[in-house]
């Protein structure tokens, strides 16, 4: 009987181990990814808006939330408490730093330009204008 239990242990303890590591592979790789891909979205539209005449360079900002602003308030609670990780982050708020953004008609294009394509309202958009190294004194 005794021998039996430690067939089992030597069996049952490495399983443990290899579901362990591949746990910790898995979440560790969507964290990766996840950063990744919110650079990537992020450098890609700095370089489409670079491209708008009179913007000049460009830094974008996300803001994630975890909340899907579909949900109704008496779910969010709810939803507070419970897994939260398994939701995705959407984007709640964008920043944009512009060389350009100092030019009244510029910032309405751009503030346009990314309301239609992100697919969010003006009011979650701050466009401000870029620091110009050689004004400093």
């Known amino acids: 009987m005794e021998n039996k239990w430690k067939k089992q242990k030597l ?21 990766d990814e996840g950063q990744n891909q919110s650079s990537t979205e992020e450098g890609r539209l700095e370089q489409v808006l670079g491209q708008i005449q009179g913007v000049g360079q460009v ?8 909340q899907n602003p579909k949900e109704n308030d008496s779910d969010s ?8 990780s ?29 309301s ?11 466009i401000v204008p870029m620091e110009n190294k050689g004004d400093e004194q």
Request: charged letters at 15%; aromatic letters at 12%; proline letters at 4%.
């Open 11 to 31: 069996i049952f303890i490495p399983i443990a181990v290899l579901v362990f590591i591949a746990y910790i592979s898995v979440t560790w790789n969507e964290t």
């Open 59 to 66: 830094k974008v900002y996300f803001h994630y939330d975890n």
């Open 77 to 84: 609670l709810l939803n507070g408490y419970l897994g939260s």
């Open 86 to 114: 398994d939701r995705e982050k959407y984007v709640s708020g964008l920043l944009v730093v512009s060389e350009g953004a100092s030019n009244p008609a510029i910032k309405k294009q751009l503030l346009e330009t990314i």
């Open 116 to 126: 239609r394509v992100m697919q969010m309202p003006t009011h979650r958009i701050m």
